[in-house]
Structure formats: C-alpha cells, structure tokens
C-alpha cells in the first residue's frame, strides 16, 4: 500500500507563489526511483488534468497552461513538489499527487492518489 501526503494549498493573490509538497511511503518495499510522479488538478466544473510529471531520471513533463510558471522536483526519491509562480484564478483546483503505475492517466482507480490539497486563487 502506498500513501501519499499533500501539503501546502491555501489561498493566494493573482501572481503570486506556492509551494506544494508530497511526501510518499509504502508499507512494501516499493522501489519509488523507478517510478515517475506528478501533480494532477480538477478546477470546479472541469474535468482532472496532468499539471506536471517528473520521472524516476528526473526528465519532466508540463501541461501548456503552466509552462513557464510551475516548476516540479523531486528529492530523497519519495518527496515530490509543486513550485507554483505567476499564480492566475485559472489555476484554482484541488490538486492531487500522483505515482501512476503503468503510465499517465486520469483514471484514478489506477496508480496511486493522495487526498488531495486545494489551491485558490483569488482576490
């Protein structure tokens, strides 16, 4: 079993920053370098998207509204985050953390999911 720990939503001003963080465990010895991880988020009304993506060789991924402004990392393996700037109301959503298991999808009865952290922006 894997679980994944968010933190770091909250609500911000248009143009601003926040940081989001993942923390991942598993009760098996799951080998997380070999694994790529990412950032989803579901803005109301819309359907899940794939924000970022990093993989276990640290090669990254971006969805074209956040290019240039959302920067993902990854240390000690385990630990993923979402360095979000340029902050737009658009970008509102609950954003959730990811390990996919066969490839990037939006079916989230596949791979592994956090809870969940939500981010607003507003004024």
């Known amino acids: 079993q894997v679980q994944l720990v968010e933190s770091g939503g909250g609500l911000v001003q248009p143009g601003g920053s926040l940081r989001l963080s993942c923390a991942a465990s598993?009760?098996?010895?799951?080998?997380?370098?070999?694994?790529?991880m990412g950032w989803y988020r579901q803005a109301p009304g819309k359907q899940l998207e794939l924000v970022a993506g990093i993989s276990g060789s640290g090669r990254t991924n971006y969805a074209e509204s956040v290019k240039g402004r959302f920067t993902i990392s990854r240390e000690n393996v385990k630990n993923v985050y979402l360095q979000m700037s340029s902050l737009k109301p658009e970008d509102t959503a609950v954003y959730y953390c990811?390990?996919?298991?066969?490839?990037?999808?939006?079916?989230?009865?596949?791979?592994?999911w956090g809870q969940g952290t939500e981010v607003t922006v507003s004024s």
């Open positions: 990811n390990v996919p298991t066969t490839s990037w999808t939006t079916d989230r009865t596949k791979g592994y």
């Open positions: 598993a009760a098996s010895g799951l080998i997380f370098r070999t694994y790529a």
